[in-house]
């Protein structure tokens, strides 16, 4: 036993009393049984006026259970050996509770024929019900009306104290009765009743005797504190697997449970905690739906050692408070009476909703973290109360963004919940639900970010067929217009100032390419009508609604413009932009229709650069574009500002390859615009809208050699159509000579790695690079000598041959 020194503190009559501070080693926040032992032992303390102590308070520190009270240790003992009166626990509604035909009856015959003061509430009970069945004329287990009928007589003509119990147990509604997870269906599960199971603890412990038995002692000292001693062999339900018996919980094929009487008693007690705190619900329909202190649907998320069948199964998922300061019994039953768990003002209804009111400051302040276990059905037809984890209360802002995803996230739910679903899409929802909790538990970008992917695979899911569900004959609309503050959760964007920006050059490789490509449009102000590129990943139609300030999307049918399949990302970049470039030709688009959505949002070189290399994780990138696409691009008056670009941009353009640069100048969102005054030195893309000094039309040809790994060939159309638009393309013809074009030729690259290069082609790049692609690629005079070899050859840094070496050696 661990006991805190006393402390001096006012009594209630105004004198200075001791108030001992117990540690009970005894009572730890799992298994359940143990929780419940604390409150039993909290509120057994605090009601007893004249042996207890009415200010005793009592808290979790360190993973067990505080007791402050001016009983210590031996005190405490005493009391519940010698004072202690069990409450009168009974259900005489249910079979085997010792009140009808064929049941055990003697531990009943026990109290009754006892003439202790301590059970005397148990023998008026007990006459009482007696009483009430035999002018009831039922023998035999009631059922039906009969049962609905005793219930209403017990709970009008039986003392008090039953009726806290039976008000723990269950709630009557005019339908029948709705039970409380936490104590089986009514005070039993399957065939043992816990009320009698009580009783005969009671009778074990000598309770209805003037001394307690022998072993009582014993058994007193490890309830309260843990202390080792020889435990009894009897059933301990649900309450605590560990001890439950059974295949492969001690050696040889079977063990029997491990059971102290003490422990059972004053669990049964702390249920009575919940007592009276069931709250009715209202539904749409109007409809009453009973739910208990904090007890909520199995998900079986946040621990892997359920399974989907297993929580279909399961009575619900119980969050048990931990509380870190002080409290009285009264302010104990007022968390569980009045204690909420609401997410933007509604009850939560499962797990993650409830991780959500944790994240979101939605449940009573004071609670610092929940004991979880799940009601799951692992023993025959019996339950366990198995723990599945800890969750500490920890406000997380960003947890408020999932508001925007819920009415989505409804009408995806009762989809799923129809006839003849697949797996995929039940899939698909358990790893959102996941997500949002491994999110409020742990928080962070990485987590955020996952929600967000998650939600992209179940788009994704949905666009196979398009918004059909199983059975169901309403489809569910794909999601559109998040806010783009779930870019910055998912991406931890740095704060740079007051204004509350954050700086897109900070990403990482992967999300900037993912975050690029899915703002992918038509240039602001050009002419043609063409998708974003969401529309070549599903069949989708999406507008802007002025009215709601966001995006909306429906579903679009004959919709040609999806090429996105099975194959991987380049190989899909790559068909992206062979439809766009066709499609912009189509339209009669005046430039290629790859434009972002923010010059901000773009990618930086070195992205580009560790792309074609291959050292990114492209399945990441494309879970983070299929999430990415669904958010809506910054508005101008949005309270924080994305920073991109740098002026460093020009100088790691450097590492891009040549041959990239060569290309890049045929797939640009926009116009070339070339320094036309003494005081411009820069080249760069045309504002939105404006014209450019050169506009130079993309070749399609060009993108189905690259696919085909023949680089050279796509290589000597870029220079024909570059000289074409007024540019003169290196390498550059010498004086009098013949056309260098030839110099592509021995360029030789696998098919994969050409595909990977015109996928490329497809993420718009920091428009800062522009200006150093086109003088890398291009004939400039007046860098004419800083691009030039040191051999005087004019070949460029990067140049063809440097390609090549650098590919072969890479295939070597």
């Known amino acids: 036993m661990d006991e805190r020194a006393g402390t001096e503190t006012p009594g209630v009559s105004g004198t200075r009393s001791v108030v001992h501070k117990v540690v009970l080693g005894g009572c730890t926040p799992e298994p359940l049984m143990s929780y419940l032992k604390a409150l039993g032992i909290l509120r057994l303390v605090c009601e007893d006026h004249g ?99 005793l219930i209403q007589r017990y709970r009008r003509e039986l003392p008090d104290a039953v009726v806290a119990w039976m008000d723990a147990a269950m709630v009557l509604k005019q339908a029948g009765q709705s039970f409380a997870p936490i104590l089986g269906t009514g005070g039993n599960d399957g065939r043992l009743d816990f009320t009698q199971n009580f009783m005969q603890r009671v009778v074990l412990l000598g309770l209805h005797q003037s001394q307690p038995a022998d072993r009582s002692v014993g058994w007193i000292r490890q309830a309260l504190f843990g202390t080792a001693t020889r435990m009894n062999s009897a059933s301990v339900g649900q309450f605590a697997p560990g001890r439950a018996g059974g ?72 969050w048990m408070p931990l509380w870190a300061r002080a ?154 217009g998040l806010s783009f503050r779930w870019v910055r959760a998912a991406a931890g964007g740095v704060s740079l100032g007051s204004d509350a920006s954050f700086d897109t050059r900070r990403l990482d490789t992967g999300f900037q390419i993912a975050l690029a490509l899915a703002g992918v449009r038509a240039a602001e102000g050009s002419v043609g009508k063409i998708g974003p590129l969401r529309a070549n990943l599903e069949p989708v139609e999406a507008w802007y609604g002025r009215g709601i300030g966001r995006t909306r999307a429906k579903w679009a049918e004959n919709d040609r413009a999806v090429v996105w399949n099975a194959a991987d990302l380049s190989s899909n970049l790559a068909a992206v932009l062979a439809r766009r470039v066709m499609d912009g030709e189509r339209g009669g688009c005046d430039t290629l229709p790859i434009a972002p959505s923010r010059d901000a949002l773009t990618a930086s070189p070195e992205a580009i650069v560790s ?76 504002r939105p809208g404006e014209r450019g000094t050169h506009r130079i039309r993309p070749e399609p040809a060009i993108l189905a050699l690259l696919r085909a790994g023949r680089v050279g060939e796509a290589a000597g159309i870029a220079m024909r159509r570059l000289r074409a638009s007024g540019l003169t393309p290196v390498p550059h013809r010498r004086s009098g000579g013949p056309s260098r074009d030839g110099v592509w030729s021995e360029v030789r690259v696998t098919p994969r790695d050409g595909q990977r290069l015109a996928a490329a082609l497809l993420i718009p790049i920091d428009p800062d690079a522009i200006d150093a692609i086109v003088r890398r690629a291009t004939r400039i005079e007046e860098n004419e000598k800083h691009n030039a070899a040191p051999d005087g050859s004019g070949m460029p840094t990067g140049s063809p041959a440097a390609y090549a070496a650098a590919h072969a050696e890479k295939e070597t």
């Open 327 to 480: 409290a009285s019994i009264s302010e104990v039953t007022a968390l569980f009476g009045e204690g909420r768990a609401e997410v933007h003002g509604r009850p939560a209804r499962d797990a993650v909703n409830f991780a959500r009111a944790a994240a979101t400051l939605g449940v009573d302040r004071g609670i610092a973290s929940f004991s979880r276990v799940s009601l799951l059905k692992r023993s025959g037809k019996s339950f366990l109360a198995t723990p599945a984890g800890r969750f500490v209360v920890t406000e997380r802002p960003d947890a408020e963004l999932l508001r925007e995803v819920d009415p989505w996230l409804d009408s995806f739910r009762r989809a799923c919940a129809g006839d003849n679903v697949p797996a995929r899409f039940t899939v698909a929802l358990r790893a959102i639900d996941a997500a949002v909790f491994d999110f409020c538990r742990y928080g962070g970008p990485a987590h955020f970010a996952e929600i967000l992917m998650t939600l992209g695979r179940a788009e994704r899911e949905m666009a196979r067929t398009p918004g059909k569900i199983g059975s169901s004959k309403t489809k569910v609309s794909p999601l559109a």
């Open 611 to 686: 792309f074609l290399r291959g050292d990114v994780d492209e399945r990441r990138i494309e879970d983070l574009l299929w999430g990415l696409m669904l958010v809506d691009p910054p508005s101008r008056d949005q309270p924080f500002a994305c920073r991109g670009g740098s002026s460093g941009s020009g100088d790691r353009a450097a590492g891009l390859p040549s041959v990239y640069d060569l290309l890049k100048l045929l797939f640009l969102p926009r116009d070339l615009v070339k320094p036309r005054r003494p005081s411009e030195t820069r080249w760069s893309l045309a």
């Open 51 to 149: 042996h207890g102590d009415p200010g005793a308070r009592g808290f979790w520190r360190d993973d067990v259970f505080e007791l402050w009270s001016r009983l210590d240790g031996t005190g405490l003992e005493d009391f519940f050996l010698y004072h202690y009166r069990p409450t009168p626990i009974v259900a005489p509604w249910a079979g085997g509770s010792g009140f009808f035909k064929k049941d055990n009856r003697q531990a009943i015959n026990a109290m009754l024929g006892s003439s202790e003061g301590r059970v005397a509430r148990y023998r008026e009970t007990i006459r009482g019900v007696q009483a009430i069945i035999d002018e009831e004329h039922i023998g035999d287990k009631p059922q039906g009306d009969d049962k609905a009928r």
């Open 247 to 318: 295949p492969n919980s001690t050696q040889g094929m079977e063990g029997d449970s491990a059971d102290n009487p003490w422990e059972f008693v004053m669990m049964l007690e702390g249920s009575l905690v919940l007592a009276g705190a069931a709250v009715r619900r209202l539904g749409a329909a109007g409809d009453g739906r009973t739910s208990f202190p904090f007890t909520v649907q199995a998900a079986g998320i946040g621990y892997a050692s359920t399974g989907r069948d297993e929580v279909e199964e399961a009575r619900g998922e119980l």
